[in-house]
């Protein structure tokens, strides 16, 4: 078991001294004993929320937390920062206030809001991994859902660009809640976000995806009821991916606490059943990555007080877990490191449009590493997060990091972090 690795240098002198010229070439060496060593971990599903929302989160935290957790990439969500990265400008602000700040290479999504329509290619061009939409509130004024028009126009936009559009798939239904029912009692919350919202939210997915054949991907999926609609619209040649998260794999509402607000997210974690057949989509390919989906917020408004589901923000605090969150949950049933690397590494980079230079041991590619023990069981007491509000304090893990590297560079080692932020805007 490695605890701490830090590397030594050795030197190599490529020409002989008899040619008057001595090249010398710093070595690292790094002595990882039986640990594994992985491509590093792509996560394209991040809040960071900064610039204007850094009580939250902010780029210099969640980079270390990231590299505490073996991911050596991150993408950035369009919202809950103010400005949103709906327009070029706000693009611009959000790169200036990320500016040595990430400890891990960074690429960032924009965002797609009704009326944004002629500001996506100008993004594109200056680097945006794609666009993200919703189709129910996102919960912040800042960001509003699209409707019908609005994504037939951003389709006209993106059609061509190969670029990709990913969808918050809900959308409202009929109000199944009682107004008497308990709202501190997590069974109220999810009777208020039933399966059938992703489902019709989906269907509408594909029927756009059909029409205009722009890549589109569906954001952590919570139901498996909607898998059967996704399976087929791949058959009938939809560009179409789709997404789980940790939570929804790790968690079960039957074990969620009344006024345990720190387990609540949208779409919200739902019964075992549902769980189990998403593992079972996983392992059968028609699942085609796991993210983390890091959503903190301040304490504050999880309104813990209270217990209140319906007050409470929506979101879960996870970056820094998910590798043995994922792995202590998948070597039960079946899964392979090979499997690890697809889900949550090649795929991932595959989504975003890095799959040329991350997630795989490739020569030319970046050496993105992470250096972890399957083996190891442990619980984690340094969070890095900003907020160290998270439903997993507490709960034993399979699957330790011990090492991150960065395009070469120890970045993370045994709980401590590399001085300087080493880490690059892609």
């Not at 002989?16 to 394209?44: A, K």
């Not at 660009?161 to 199944?176: C, I, K, N, P, Q």
């Not at 995806?209 to 619209?233: D, F, G, M, N, T």
């Not at 991932?348 to 449009?353: E, I, M, N, R, V």
Request: proline letters at 6%; aromatic letters at 8%.
């Amino acid at each position: 078991m490695v605890t701490h690795l830090w590397p030594r240098a050795t030197v190599k002198i490529t020409s002989p001294p008899s040619s008057g010229i001595i090249t010398v070439l710093w070595l690292q060496v790094l002595d990882v004993g039986n640990s594994v060593v992985m491509p590093g971990i792509v996560d394209s599903h991040v809040h960071v929320n900064e610039p204007g929302r850094t009580t939250w989160e902010g780029f210099w935290t969640a980079t270390k937390a990231a590299a505490a957790g073996g991911v050596t990439t991150i993408v950035d969500m369009p919202l809950n920062s103010i400005p949103p990265t709906t327009t070029l400008s706000n693009f611009h602000e959000k790169l200036r206030e990320a500016t040595g700040k990430c400890f891990v290479d960074t690429a960032f999504w924009g965002g797609v809001i009704p009326g944004n329509e002629y500001e996506l290619r100008p993004m594109i061009q200056a680097g945006v991994a794609g666009f993200k939409c919703f189709l129910i509130h996102s919960g912040v004024d800042e960001f509003p859902h699209v409707v019908d028009c609005d994504l037939h126009a951003a389709m006209k936009q993106l059609q061509g660009t190969g670029s990709v559009l990913l969808f918050h798939a809900e959308r409202e239904v009929v109000e199944t809640t009682k107004e008497s029912a308990d709202p501190t009692h997590y069974s109220t919350f999810l009777q208020s976000r039933p399966d059938v919202m992703e489902v019709e939210a989906i269907r509408a997915v594909i029927e756009l995806c059909l029409q205009y054949q722009v890549r589109c991907h569906i954001v952590h999926l919570s139901s498996a009821e909607p898998l059967k609609l996704i399976l087929e619209a791949r058959l009938a040649g939809a560009p179409l991916t789709v997404e789980t998260t940790h939570h929804y794999l790790s968690l079960s509402a039957e074990d969620i606490p009344a006024g345990a607000t720190q387990f609540k997210c949208c779409p919200p974690i739902r019964g075992s059943n549902n769980k189990e057949q998403l593992w079972n989509a996983l392992k059968a390919g028609h699942i085609d990555m796991v993210v983390s989906d890091h959503s903190p917020c301040t304490p504050d408004l999880k309104k813990l007080n209270s217990g209140d589901f319906s007050e409470a923000w929506g979101g879960i605090s996870s970056l820094q877990f998910g590798l043995p969150l994922f792995w202590s949950s998948a070597c039960q049933r079946g899964f392979q490191l090979s499997d690890v690397v697809r889900l949550l590494s090649h795929n991932t980079a595959q989504l975003c449009d890095l799959a040329n230079r991350k997630g795989q041991l490739t020569p030319g590619y970046d050496a993105d590493l992470v250096i972890w023990d399957p083996e190891r069981e442990f619980q984690e007491e340094l969070i890095h997060h900003k907020n160290k509000l998270t439903p997993y304090l507490g709960l034993t893990l399979r699957g330790c990091v011990c090492a991150t590297v960065l395009r070469g560079r120890v970045v993370y080692s045994g709980g401590h972090f590399y001085p300087q932020p080493l880490g690059k805007h892609l």
